[in-house]
């Protein structure tokens, strides 16, 4: 890479994006540690629940209903967070009181980092404090912590020689932390 070159996209924050993000983030924080445990409890503890339910309306209707309907609610909390339904709440959180996603944010990156200008805000990241960078199939995600990253929509880039430039600057400066998908299509 040149000296002074950069990659720079422009783009407009959307909503379903950042809940997409969110939920991506979510499932892999889950993937990891004492999380992995929380999920997998979270599967058996709803198996028991559901099997009480099935078991309550066999023996006695009446009575047991009422008295098992909290769980049943527990349950759905557990499924609809499993579904995302948490990220698009966030996500439209964020569009209501973050008053950065009503102007367009701009994301450089180059030898020096990944940078951030958006509406009020700047921030700049150089390699060594970026935790990991990580593609998915539309987005490029900056971990500037273990679980949570500003992330760039592939959708910004008007062709896939910029995206290989962007991969370029990843993979000199982040190294070993930057797990890339390479040349896969821009959707």
């Not at 994301?107 to 020096?112: M, Q, S």
């Amino acid at each position: 890479m040149e000296a002074g070159d950069s990659v720079s996209v422009t783009f407009d924050w959307r909503r379903d994006e950042h809940a997409r993000v969110a939920h991506f983030l979510f499932r892999d924080l889950q993937r990891t540690g004492k999380w992995q445990l929380f999920r997998w409890g979270g599967w058996v503890l709803n198996g028991i629940i559901l099997g009480g339910l099935v078991l309550a309306l066999l023996i006695s209707p009446q009575d047991l209903t009422w008295i098992l309907l909290p769980w049943l609610a527990i349950v759905v909390v557990w499924w609809s967070l499993q579904m995302g339904l948490g990220a698009r709440l966030q996500a439209r959180r964020v569009a209501r009181l973050d008053p950065v996603t009503r102007a367009p944010i701009t994301h450089v990156v180059d030898e020096d980092g990944f940078h951030v200008k958006g509406s009020g805000v700047t921030v700049d990241l150089t390699w060594d404090v970026i935790h990991r960078v990580q593609e998915i199939a539309d987005f490029l995600l900056y971990y500037y912590t273990a679980r949570h990253a500003y992330w760039t929509p592939k959708r910004a880039f008007p062709s896939r020689a910029q995206i290989s430039r962007a991969r370029g600057y990843i993979r000199e400066g982040a190294g070993t932390k930057a797990t890339l998908l390479d040349d896969e299509p821009i959707r």
